[in-house]
């Protein structure tokens, strides 16, 4: 006499469930999508941030070029700059002009090469900066949806860039200051953008040894150093992939 009761009540039980189910299968898509925006709008966030971080490392220039302890100059660091500024002005200003793009290009190929033997999947490198690689690794390895992690695409990119670091490392290259040194040239002397002169003289800014007596006559004796330490990195990229130092 309970049974037609009792079958209702389950009925109802049933409609509650599939009810509650439906709602939480919806709940569910939509956070999923407020993920998903969220995690563009944290993409756009970076972004900025690195746009900024790129501002911020031209402001530092001084700090970045200027060794430790020489910020403050005597008498005597200003009489030894004078007779290096007489001694530029012997120079062809033409010359000079020409060498400082060839060095903004040549820190600028160092920065691709170092991207594109680390990241071999991406086929655009647009937000990729050399200072900023670990980060990076952990971005294209994480799922922007589900925020699940590559461990496998992270253990090889990892590898790659351990590999290329110690590699550099030989030539002198120092991660935590060339990175930022090579972007500071670049933007501070832009990279050869006139084609038709680069083919012409191709051949010289393939061979290391006219880079180097260019660099060292033309540029400022303070930084011939660590230009000398990007290009050798670059020669060494040049013998690893087959290709000429300025692609």
């Known amino acids: 006499m309970f049974s037609g009761p009792s079958i ?20 569910s898509s939509r956070l999923l999508a ?29 700090q970045i070029i ?31 002009k020409k060498c400082q793009r060839i060095v903004g290009e040549i820190a600028f190929q160092l920065d691709r090469r170092i991207l594109c033997a680390i990241f071999l999947e991406q086929q655009r ?13 952990i971005e294209v390895t994480t799922s922007p949806t589900t925020g699940k992690v590559d461990e496998t695409l992270r253990s090889e990119l990892y590898q790659r860039y351990n590999h290329i670091m110690d590699e550099l490392r030989k030539l002198g290259y120092n991660p935590a200051v060339h990175p930022h040194f090579t972007e500071y040239m670049v933007n501070t002397y832009g990279i050869t953008k006139d084609r038709n002169a ?8 393939n061979d290391p040894q006219y880079l ?30 087959g290709k000429s130092l300025l692609i």
């Open 125 to 137: 490198l647009y937000g990729y900066r050399v200072p900023y690689i670990k980060e990076k690794i």
């Open 34 to 62: 407020e993920n998903a925006q969220l995690r563009k709008m944290m993409g756009l966030m970076q972004e900025n941030v690195e746009l900024r971080c790129i501002l911020k490392d031209h402001e530092r220039k001084d």
């Open 212 to 241: 180097n007596k260019m660099i060292t006559e033309c540029m400022s004796s303070d930084i011939v150093k660590d230009i000398i330490i990007i290009l050798n990195c670059l020669v060494y990229f040049a013998r690893e992939d």
């Open 66 to 96: 200027t060794p430790p302890g020489q910020h403050k100059k005597d008498h005597n660091d200003l009489k030894e700059e004078a007779k290096m500024v007489n001694s530029c002005t012997q120079i062809d200003p033409e010359k000079v």
């Open 198 to 205: 680069r083919t012409k003289d191709l051949s010289s800014y």
């Open 8 to 27: 209702n009540y389950n009925m109802k039980n049933t409609n509650i469930y599939f009810c509650n189910k439906e709602a939480f299968n919806m709940e």
